[in-house]
């Protein structure tokens, strides 16, 4: 597909995502097994809280706590002192084992990534891909001792091994259509293995195609290498296919049925695009 049409790649993903599954059918065999292999019971969620009211996060937090979750991300970047209160009263609502990631998705400058790490630094917080360019993450980096996640920054597995072997991410968001489908994702998440670096396999969004695909990707790395996952077709009101993750605890399994596992409601997604 690179031969013929350079980039791309969310319109790669799925093409590819659907090749791994005609291997998965054709071999009668789950794409996790394809992929290395099924690592433990479950794949352990985070759960997204988005930028709501000190309430409405207290609550989302209470209630999804309760459902078993051991990991979130907060979503912060409008308002840097806002956001350290939140992340100070989120944290103290959190069990001592349970992870915090906060995400300002780039937003921003070096100068206000650095006075929120200076004014959390005492709390165990993950920070993940605070300003947009790679070099200003490593800014940053230099200046705090918080756990680094890199996200938008890993475009592919070169991005990848100057972020990890650059010494500014002890973790990495792998998301298909981004790095290009599960091919390239599984590539950049055995380079993730063999470098120490723990991978959060993911998608930019997605229903229950994508997702089957996170939890095999996902289920198939060594839960030591595990950043939790998402179950994004659980954040959806509509449903495109029959099978897809199911969240017990907290925790997603890829499905056991040969490929993906899934079975894709054609009503819902009408007339095909693309056929081959
Ligand atoms: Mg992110």
């Given at each position: 597909m690179d031969y013929h049409l350079k980039e791309h790649y969310d319109v790669k993903s799925p093409i590819d995502m659907a090749c791994w599954d005609i291997l998965g059918k054709h071999s009668k065999l789950p794409l996790c097994t394809l992929l290395g292999g099924r690592y433990g019971e479950s794949v352990k969620l985070h759960y997204h809280v988005g930028q709501n009211t000190p309430e409405k996060t207290r609550e989302i937090v209470t209630r999804f706590k309760n459902e078993g979750f051991e990991c979130f991300q907060l979503k912060v970047g409008s308002n840097p002192t806002q956001d350290i209160q939140r992340v100070r009263e989120i944290r103290k609502m959190l069990d001592p084992s349970n992870i915090l990631m906060v995400d300002p998705n780039t937003a921003w400058l070096p100068h206000q990534a650095i006075r929120f790490a200076n004014a959390v630094q005492d709390l165990d917080v993950y920070l993940e891909q605070?300003?947009?360019s790679y070099e200003e993450n490593l800014h940053v980096r230099r200046y705090t001792n918080l756990p680094f996640i890199l996200d938008e920054?890993?475009?592919?597995v070169v991005r990848l091994m100057q972020g990890g072997l650059g010494q500014v991410a002890q973790g990495v968001v792998l998301k298909m259509g981004r790095l290009g489908g599960v091919t390239k994702t599984k590539q950049a998440r055995d380079l993730c293995v063999n470098l120490g670096i723990a991978a959060r396999i993911e998608d930019p969004w997605g229903g229950e195609i994508a997702s089957a695909a996170i939890a095999h990707l996902a289920h198939s790395t060594p839960e030591k290498y595990r950043i939790p996952s998402i179950?994004?077709?659980?954040?959806?009101?509509?449903?495109?296919?029959?099978?897809g993750p199911v969240r017990v605890n907290g925790t997603i399994a890829a499905n056991k049925?040969?490929?993906?596992g899934i079975t894709p409601c054609m009503d819902v997604l009408g007339d095909p695009v693309l056929t081959m």
């Open positions: 605070p300003c947009a920054s890993t475009v592919d179950d994004l077709n659980n954040y959806n009101s509509v449903k495109i296919a029959e099978g049925g040969p490929g993906l």
